[in-house]
């Protein structure tokens, strides 16, 4: 059974860092094109984060380029994004997506699966 579950989210004040990972059975993230999604209370689900490739190559967006930062742990089978200099418009549930070959990064139909999505709340 190919299953994604995140965690690692929490609230956290401005400024603030976190830890998110997604771990996955059923099949190897290494294989596969990952993107982390944010959405937003009241809004759509969007690649607003990160992404990496199959073949390691990672894009993060200018929105959080320099603040998060995406990994791989092969040996796990766990990719993990790590958030700093957290604002408030970061607030969001966090969800991970794989697909064997994601057409568009940043676009949710281009990915086949999907963890339940863990909450980030960054709030003084």
């Known amino acids: 059974q190919v299953q994604l579950v995140e965690s690692g989210g929490d609230l956290v004040q401005p400024g603030g860092s976190l830890r998110l990972s997604c771990a996955a059975s059923?099949?190897?993230?290494?294989?596969?094109?990952i993107g982390w999604f944010r959405q937003a209370p009241g809004k759509e689900r969007k690649g607003v984060t990160c992404f990496s490739k199959s073949d390691g190559s990672t894009y993060c967006t200018d929105a959080v380029k320099g603040r998060f930062t995406f990994s791989r742990d092969n040996a796990k089978n766990t990719v993990y994004l790590q958030m700093t200099s957290l604002k408030p418009e970061d607030t969001g549930v966090y969800y991970c997506?794989?697909?064997?070959?994601?057409?568009?990064?940043?676009?949710?139909?281009?990915?086949?699966?999907w963890g339940q999505g863990t909450q980030v709340t960054v709030s003084s």
């Open positions: 059923g099949f190897t993230l290494d294989d596969y094109d």
């Open positions: 997506a794989a697909d064997a070959r994601a057409t568009m990064w940043d676009k949710p139909s281009s990915y086949d699966y």
